[in-house]
């Protein structure tokens, strides 16, 4: 199973993405779970402590690895580059193991004036095209608000594509944005999740505003989340209504792929 999930800013792919990382780990499957939003918050989400994330360092940033992957110092402008590095042993080699969780983070992008990101770039898209394409865990990819990390050939191997959606007309355009995009890049299941639900006039709303994309559940607005982001604690641990909805939408899921 390979799911890449997006969004708008804020609408809580993230607290999605760590739920279902939990739940398919829970349940001995090995997985592999993908920070590739430039404001990187999986690992907190997942319960990783912050002196424990002090230790974790994302891909992009590790000048040696991409030097010796691409042949190129990152940051350097012109040259030549290797476009198909070697990247199967970087996720035992360089991710962050949680149980049957490997959490991976890919890395912001630099600023235009700190010179060329394109080895640093290469070597990401690499090492997500080898997750999507060439492993057989579960991988989870906790998108930007966007899909723009992946390439055509990566995004027709996600298996399922899940939109996050919280009441309101910005959320649901970055939606319907995104489902446009995935389109053009061949991916054939674009799915909905509705989050920050307060009843059903909210899930209403937003299932009439998607234009037919196919909705996998919802997640209450729960103010337990936030407490559980305060306290440090893993999005699981927020409460077990949230987990029971998280297991119904992975649920519906599997049964449309």
């Known amino acids: 199973m390979k799911i890449a ?8 792919k993230t607290t999605l993405s760590a739920l279902l990382s939990h739940i398919y780990s829970s349940e001995g499957k090995k997985v592999i779970a993908v920070d590739a939003d430039p404001d990187a918050n999986l690992a907190a989400a997942l319960g990783i402590s912050k002196e424990e994330l002090k230790g974790i360092r994302p891909i992009a940033e590790m000048a040696e690895l991409v030097e010796e992957r691409t042949g190129v110092k990152p940051g ?3 040259g030549i580059f290797r476009l198909n590095p070697r990247v199967d042993d970087i996720p035992e080699g360089f991710g962050y193991r949680l149980g ?5 983070v890919m890395g912001k992008s630099k600023a235009a004036s ?4 394109c080895p640093e770039s290469a070597l990401l898209k690499r090492l997500l095209k080898h997750l999507i394409l060439e492993r057989d865990e579960v991988v989870i990819v906790d998108m930007e608000a966007g899909i723009e990390h992946l390439t055509r050939g990566t ?7 899940i939109v996050v959606v919280e009441p309101g007309q910005r959320s649901i355009q970055t939606a319907l944005s995104v489902k446009k995009l995935a389109d053009e890049l061949g991916v054939k299941k674009v799915f909905a999740v509705a989050n920050k639900t307060r ?3 909210d899930t209403d709303f937003i299932t009439n505003s998607l234009n037919g994309m196919e909705l996998l ?3 209450s607005f ?9 306290k440090g604690l893993p999005s699981y641990a927020a409460s077990e209504d949230l987990l029971d909805e998280a297991k119904t939408i992975k649920q519906n899921l599997e049964r449309h792929i």
Do not use: M, P, Q
């Not at 049957?100 to 991976?104: K, S, Y």
């Not at 729960?222 to 305060?230: Q, W, Y």
């Open 199 to 201: 009843g059903e006039s």
């Open 5 to 12: 999930i997006t969004g708008k800013g804020g609408v809580g």
């Open 222 to 230: 729960n103010a337990s989340i936030v407490e559980a982001d305060v």
């Open 100 to 104: 049957n969780i490997i959490l991976l």
């Open 76 to 78: 350097a402008s012109g």
């Open 155 to 161: 995004a027709e191997g996600v298996d399922g594509f």
């Open 114 to 117: 700190s010179g060329c990101y």
């Open 217 to 219: 559940g919802a997640i």
